[in-house]
């Protein structure tokens, strides 16, 4: 069974600082992973997606991610964070695109910056 | 990138009625719509898998005849909360995507059963 791992429930930064939110999977294939950003009542944006190729994807919002097979990571970064990106994120792994195989979020991480 | 649709954003019912969401797909064709719950705070779980013209595959532990998916059309599909208690009371997002493309979330609909 996939399975996706948030570790860091709530992270607060400053602005301009760096950022890095943590994304550990388990899955049985080539895993296709995803970042999203959630504002509070809103749905889902997409930030970026790894499928296949150069393993450090560029991302909307100046997020990048790096994905780690060795390690089963897929970590989020940004170097300079903006209040505007105080929301929740979300990590996901899914199976084939073209499959019918659902997405599998992990519990998500909560960013707070400070100003 | 393409636009998934969800109305009401929010919606209040009284318990014991029902409730009808819609998610639209703007601007492709959805062959697959997924229906998830987010509990505040929470993560989103999946609650249903349909396919146009096909009855929607209900993970486990979802009721299907309290909430009943219809995915008659390759741009929409309905979820409807029959006989909502308080309990029901939740964020449900829709994502829906064409065939082998990813899939595409709506801006979710928050319920609140009184």
């Known amino acids: 069974a996939q399975s996706v791992t948030q570790p860091d429930i709530h992270i607060t930064v400053s602005e301009g600082a760096s950022l890095e939110l943590r994304c550990n999977y388990s899955?049985?294939?080539?895993?296709?992973l995803f970042w999203y950003v959630q504002s509070p009542g809103q749905g889902l944006q997409l930030l970026l997606k790894?499928?296949?190729?150069?393993?450090l994807v560029q991302g909307i919002k100046g997020f990048e991610a790096e994905f780690k097979r060795s390690q089963s990571s897929f970590n989020l970064r940004k170097p300079s964070v903006h209040w505007s990106d105080a929301a929740e994120y979300f990590c996901?792994?899914?199976?084939?695109?073209?499959?019918?195989?659902?997405?599998?979020f992990g519990s998500g991480t909560q960013l707070t910056v400070l100003p | 990138g393409a636009v998934v649709s969800q109305h009401p954003s929010w919606v209040i019912c009284k318990s014991g009625t029902s409730v009808k969401i819609e998610c639209r797909s703007l601007?492709?064709?959805?062959?697959?719509m997924f229906w998830y719950r987010q509990f505040p705070k929470q993560s989103l779980m999946l609650m249903a898998t349909?396919?146009?013209?096909?009855?929607?595959?209900?993970e486990q532990g979802v009721e299907k005849d309290k909430f009943l998916i219809n995915h008659a059309s390759l741009t929409l599909s309905t979820l409807t909360v029959t006989s909502a208690h308080p309990e029901d009371s939740s964020f449900y997002i829709c994502?829906?995507?064409?065939?082998?493309?990813?899939?595409?979330f709506g801006q979710g609909t928050r319920l609140t059963v009184v």
């Open positions: 994502s829906a995507r064409e065939r082998n493309t990813e899939a595409f």
């Open positions: 899955y049985g294939a080539t895993p296709y």
């Open positions: 790894y499928f296949s190729g150069d393993t």
């Open positions: 996901a792994v899914g199976g084939l695109v073209g499959s019918a195989r659902q997405l599998t």
């Open positions: 601007d492709f064709q959805a062959t697959t």
């Open positions: 349909s396919n146009e013209g096909s009855k929607a595959t209900y």
